[in-house]
Each structure stands twice: as structure tokens, then as C-alpha cells.
């Protein structure tokens, strides 16, 4: 049973179109991570979520941690092709230092 | 944030070698990390490595598969002993710069695979 529940596990759009990638867990976490990993190469860190209810925005990507801190979404409007690539949530769970990540949601921009 | 290195970024390895990855970073960190990541897979720690001390590894991952140095605070090296296909993966390195968050820098991996 993994800790961070992520999902959908992959989602295949046309460009244009927005997506919505949720990682959900039963634990508190101090903060939460969002990575976006492409074929060949390490993840690549997106944002750090720290605070319950906090909402990020980093050009067309909105990332949102729940008021528990126990979940948390990514949003990606208006889509493109330069978005496709695995999406990774992460994080520790209080009084821990180990990263626990989540399944990963592979998704695709159709052009 | 900081930069982090690889060596070899990829390998085509015998069945019962060993292949030793080397990890880099731009900066002093306590604590680095190595993960295994399995085609198609999300990421799993191997172990926690930091200067002075014994790995601390995962359940499933042993010493004598994976040994592990940390020499300083800028470098690692993980061993894949005795390989096997079924060690074929990405194996990444992975730093904590020590801030409040316990967010994590990545190298660019290793790929392996082991014919």
C-alpha cells in the first residue's frame, strides 16, 4: 500500500485542454512536493507545498495542499505538448525525513 | 537548490558484474539519498547515506548488494553488486539541502540495464 495515493495514473489530452493530477494520503505531511520527470532524465522539483490550504501558481500549473495537509492537486490550464512527462508527487510524513512518493501520472499533450 | 552529477548517465552490463555510480553535487549537504526506479515505475529509496556513518537502508535493499560510500559531503557512490536482469532500472541520487521543507534535489540518473 502506497502511502501518497496519486491519480489518475495516466491521462492523454489534446493541447489546449486542462488537467487535474490528485495525490491523496490518510497521513499528515509537513509539506508536499510536485516533480515532473521526461523519458531519460531525473525529476525535476516543480514546488514545494508547506502550508494547509496554500496555493501556488507557476505559469499555467496551480498547485493546491489541503487544509490537513493530507492531499494535494495539480492543475494544469490550457495544456501543451511541452507538458507531457510523468508528474510525481511527494513528501515526508510529520516527524520524518524519507520521501514517500506516489505512482506517478504519465501524461500526454496531443499537438 | 543545487546541481547535481551523475557518472556513467548509462550502462550495458553482464549478468554476476558490478557497476559503481558516482554522485556529485555543487555544494556541502548532510544527507543524499539513492533510489531505484523500475521501467515504468515510480521511484523507491534504496538508502539514506550521510558523511561519517553507515548507510541506513531500506527494507528489501542490503549492504552486501548495495554498498554505499560517503567519502565527503559533496560525493557518493552506490554499487550494484553481482547484477542480475532484475537490477535492470534508473538509479538516482538525491540531495536534501538541509532548509525547513524536506524537498529534494535529483541528478539526472543512471539508466542500467544488465544483458
Known amino acids: 500500500t502506497q502511502l501518497l495515493e496519486q491519480s489518475p495514473q495516466f491521462l492523454s489530452i489534446q493541447e489546449g485542454e486542462n488537467l487535474t493530477v490528485y495525490c491523496n494520503s490518510s497521513?499528515?505531511?509537513?509539506?508536499l512536493q510536485w516533480y515532473r520527470q521526461e523519458p531519460g532524465e531525473g525529476p525535476v522539483l516543480l514546488v514545494t507545498v508547506v502550508t494547509g490550504g496554500e496555493v501556488k501558481k507557476l505559469k499555467r500549473l496551480t498547485f493546491q495542499f489541503g487544509d490537513a495537509r493530507k492531499d494535494s492537486s495539480l492543475h494544469i490550464t490550457a495544456a501543451q505538448p511541452g507538458d507531457t512527462g510523468l508528474y510525481l508527487c511527494a513528501g515526508a510524513p510529520l516527524g520524518d525525513y524519507k520521501l514517500s512518493f506516489g505512482a506517478g501520472t504519465t501524461v500526454t499533450v496531443r499537438a | 537548490s543545487a546541481v547535481i552529477s551523475q557518472k556513467p548517465s548509462r550502462d550495458i552490463c553482464q549478468r554476476g558484474t558490478s557497476l559503481t555510480i558516482q554522485c556529485q553535487v555543487d555544494?556541502?549537504?548532510?544527507?543524499m539519498f539513492w533510489y531505484r526506479q523500475q521501467p515504468g515505475q515510480s521511484l523507491t529509496l534504496i538508502a539514506t547515506?550521510?558523511?561519517?556513518?553507515?548507510?541506513?537502508?531500506e527494507s528489501g535493499f542490503v549492504i552486501d548488494k548495495f554498498p554505499i560510500s560517503r567519502p565527503n559531503l559533496t560525493f557518493s557512490t552506490l554499487t550494484v553488486s553481482n547484477m542480475s536482469p532484475e537490477d535492470s532500472s534508473i538509479y538516482l541520487c538525491s540531495v536534501d539541502v538541509g532548509r525547513s521543507t524536506d524537498t529534494q534535489y535529483f541528478g539526472p540518473g543512471t539508466r542500467l540495464t544488465v544483458l
Open positions: 555544494s556541502q549537504v548532510t544527507m
Open positions: 547515506a550521510n558523511q561519517g556513518s553507515e548507510a541506513t537502508y
Open positions: 497521513s499528515v505531511f509537513s509539506s
